[in-house]
């Protein structure tokens, strides 16, 4: 069974960082592409960003670009969402999400974890 745990949220002030990771259990996760997607209040799910299985090639959403790092440890089956430069319209749940296979371009996400809440204070 699909485990997706996310941990890592909270509050923040404007400017400042944060690390999210998400422990990933049930699967074979080094075989399949990863991704951020978030959740603002009274919105829908936003993409954030996705990785491949081997975390070679990743994307971003051009709101998060050159702020966000999306990177994983196959080793330890884990994903992580590294948040600079934090803006209040980054206020979110945060979701990681799995692929149905190893790329992620083109293709839509199959399942996803309970989320973390990240807050940036103004």
């Known amino acids: 069974q699909v485990q997706l745990v996310e941990s890592g949220g909270g509050l923040v002030q404007s400017g400042g960082s944060l690390r999210l990771s998400c422990a990933a259990s049930?699967?074979?996760?080094?075989?399949?592409?990863m991704a951020w997607v978030r959740q603002a209040p009274g919105k829908g799910l936003e993409w954030v960003s996705s990785?491949?299985?081997?975390?070679?090639?990743?994307g971003y959403a051009d709101a998060v670009k050159g702020r966000f790092t999306i990177s994983r440890n196959n080793a330890e089956n884990t994903l992580y969402l590294e948040m600079n430069s934090l803006k209040p319209e980054d206020t979110a749940v945060y979701y990681c999400?799995?692929?149905?296979?190893?790329?992620?371009?083109?293709?839509?996400?199959?399942?996803r974890g309970q989320g973390t809440q990240v807050t940036v204070s103004g």
């Open positions: 999400a799995k692929y149905p296979g190893a790329v992620w371009a083109g293709r839509k996400y199959e399942q």
């Open positions: 049930g699967f074979s996760f080094r075989h399949y592409a």
């Open positions: 990785i491949t299985n081997g975390g070679s090639t990743a």
